[in-house]
């Protein structure tokens, strides 16, 4: 097969992808330690946000979590009575997630895939939540983020996103990544950039800074990220 050609989307997304870090490996080794200072690894609580949704009255049968990490989400919606499939990229996050869920005695469906390749049964979903995967994603996969995130949904089902704002990453240019060659830590949307991505296709009926939860707790809430609730157009 010749190598380094491109002949088709598929192959510019690739090469694209080489020019900066290899998200698998990038992320098995960010949980290869769980005592590490990162705020979501000390805290087992959903996300504030995600508990107003669902006390203001957001009640999904079957959801999603992308990029679960070690299942706060996941197992706050299972508790609530839905039908959680939950995927991320890094073994050793879901080996954490199945052992919390088990803890928890919650059932759960934990898959160790890439959001790009999960084969998920296509408008099946009535709610995926994303918190923390989105920031960190390389700017030309962000549209098919968008895809794959549109054809898992129902029809007007919703989307539920967490992702930092400018006093979590710099507002770096999406065209910087590939000069510096990095991800670095991640892109840091000013309300403008990210509504931009968003308003095509979403209606957005909620968006706001997190709340600061003050910990021992039993949410998580950081003034870094941004929140929003959105339903399908
Ligand atoms: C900042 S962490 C957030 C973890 C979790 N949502 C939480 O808030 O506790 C981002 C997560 O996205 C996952 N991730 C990154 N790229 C992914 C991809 N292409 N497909 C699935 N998961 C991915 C990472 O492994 C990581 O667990």
Redesign the pocket.
């Known amino acids: 097969m010749t190598k380094e050609v491109i002949l088709n989307y598929d192959d510019l997304l690739n090469m694209l992808d080489n020019q900066l870090r290899e998200?698998r490996e990038f992320?098995e080794g960010?949980y290869s330690n769980r005592d590490k200072e990162i705020p979501?690894f000390k805290i087992k609580g959903p996300d504030e946000n995600l508990v107003e949704y669902y006390e203001n009255g957001l009640n999904p049968t079957r959801v999603l979590e992308?990029?679960?990490?070690?299942g706060?989400?996941a197992i706050y919606m299972a508790q609530k009575g839905c039908k959680v499939d939950a995927?991320?990229?890094?073994q050793n996050?879901i080996d954490w997630a199945m052992e919390r869920a088990r803890k928890d005695e919650v059932d759960i469906n934990f898959y160790c895939?890439?959001?790009?390749s999960f084969p998920f049964e296509p408008n099946s979903y009535d709610f995926v939540y994303d918190?923390?995967?989105l920031h960190?994603?390389a700017p030309h996969r962000r549209l098919s983020y968008l895809e794959v995130i549109k054809k898992a949904l129902k029809p007007n089902g919703y989307f539920g996103l967490v992702c930092f704002n400018t006093d979590g990453a710099l507002d770096t240019s999406d065209w910087e990544f590939y000069r510096a060659g990095s991800l670095n830590k991640g892109i840091g949307y000013t309300e403008k950039r990210l509504k931009e991505v968003l308003a095509k296709d979403f209606d957005i009926l909620n968006f706001r800074r997190m709340k600061k939860i003050t910990q021992p707790s039993e949410f998580f809430g950081e003034e870094f990220l941004w929140t929003s609730l959105m339903q399908m157009k």
Do not use: M, V
């Open positions: 998200p992320w960010f979501f992308i990029g679960c990490g070690p706060r989400n995927l991320d990229i890094s996050a895939h890439s959001l790009f918190c923390g995967l960190h994603l």
